[in-house]
């Protein structure tokens, strides 16, 4: 028996034990209709099977009506498979990482919304190393980038935790302390981390008029231990860092904002907007390690650093910015950055993602043109290359 529903933009049903879901066209309702109304009038099983064979199909869909369906500026090239931006029916040369393609599918079949995905791909195209590279280092340096914002980061002692007061299986215990490695937000922001040292003096003058270093914070008495510990301020946005690595050494850098600082400096503070003052100062080669440019990374990255550091920032990342990803060290190597948040402490001040984006649907139509565009004549001469391929291999 074939049932057929059809609830807003989709079809619903089942046909012998098997359950379907699929969107809504004309076309392939009414041939569902048609088999259904075979089915009904079956003369032998054998007739029956067939018709549920050719029904089966209908239930599927393909990745390029699943995505295309539900975002209009992606297309799938029907000889490669790929797929790519289109703007205005200009298509961009080059194709989004399977990775990525991989994540936006899943999205799709699970409901999620996949936009955020197809953005990061967005403000990565149009990133300044990428255009300035040739077209086989683009791929290269793309499949990076998918590749590292796709990585699952696994809590080792939740696993643990979770083993040995839950009694869970490890498998199990993994997929539960699973997360991504970096997470995307709404405007197709990465959210990445950085390991610092909080600066806890300062430099005042004694009673000579000579130069000294004092505690920047007030020390209090702890009741409990009878130690005296540092009181920290009332908010993030108070406190001072530096690099737990470089510290003061390296290139120098703007930190901009209401707490930031008229010169360049090595400091780092929440709720600016930390650059440097050209791509002069950022290593784009991908396969060194502990190389000019700042470095922000993931929760794997920060892992491996917070031993030598006193506190761990929260950092947003447009993926315009990033000058490397890095293969030794998981590092992420950029322009700039914008810290908005600490692991401990208390922020003063909201600091929404899309405010660092500043980008209105409006202006996201302009930037999906502005990159597609840029790609769009080097898109024509690669399909230009496969038809003479295919050409020649035809007449042999």
Request: proline letters at 3%; glycine letters at 6%; charged letters at 25%.
């Amino acid at each position: 028996m074939i049932n057929v529903n059809v609830n807003e933009n989709l079809i619903s049903g089942s046909y012998g034990k098997e359950q379907f879901v699929v969107r809504y066209t004309k076309e392939r309702y009414d041939e569902m209709i048609r088999l259904k109304l075979a089915a009904d009038i079956a003369p032998s099983l054998e007739d029956l099977k067939k018709i549920y064979s050719d029904f089966e199909v209908l239930t599927k869909e393909s990745t390029s009506e699943m995505v295309e369906t539900k975002c209009s500026y992606l297309v799938q090239d029907s000889t490669t498979e790929e797929f790519f931006l289109i703007h205005e029916g200009v298509v961009s040369s080059i194709p989004i990482p399977q990775v990525l393609v991989d994540r936006i599918l899943e999205s799709a079949e699970k409901g999620i919304d996949f936009i955020p995905i197809v953005k990061v791909w967005i403000r990565w195209l149009r990133n300044p190393v990428l255009r300035g590279t040739n077209k086989q280092n683009r791929r290269r340096i793309s499949d990076l980038f998918a590749t590292y914002i796709s990585a699952m980061f696994v809590n080792e002692e939740k696993v643990a935790q979770l083993m040995n007061e839950k009694g869970l299986s490890e498998e199990v215990a993994i997929r539960l302390s699973s997360v991504n490695d970096v997470s995307v937000t709404q405007e197709g922001l990465l959210c990445t981390h950085k390991v610092v040292d909080e600066i806890t003096t300062k430099f005042a003058l004694d009673e000579k008029g000579e130069v000294i270093k004092v505690d920047r914070y007030k020390k209090v008495l702890d009741e409990d231990t009878g130690l005296l510990k540092s009181e920290l301020p009332l908010t993030n946005e108070e406190r001072l860092f530096e690099p737990c690595v470089m510290h003061q050494s390296g290139d120098a850098y703007h930190v901009e904002g209401v707490n930031g600082f008229p010169d360049k400096v090595h400091f780092v503070r929440v709720g600016c907007v930390h650059r440097l003052p050209d791509w002069s100062y950022v290593n784009a080669n991908p396969d060194v390690s502990c190389v000019p440019g700042l470095h922000t990374g993931s929760l794997s990255y920060v892992k491996g650093y917070q031993h030598c550091g006193t506190e761990t920032l929260d950092v947003l990342i447009d993926p315009m910015h990033i000058g490397a990803t890095s293969n030794g060290d998981n590092a992420l190597r950029v322009l700039q950055y914008f810290v908005h948040g600490a692991w401990t402490g208390t922020n003063g001040s909201i600091y929404h993602s899309s405010t660092y984006a500043a980008k209105t649907d409006e202006e996201w139509t302009k930037i999906r043109k502005e990159v597609v565009e840029f790609f769009a004549k080097e898109r024509q001469e690669i399909i230009e290359e496969q038809d003479q391929e295919i050409t020649e291999i035809n007449a042999i």
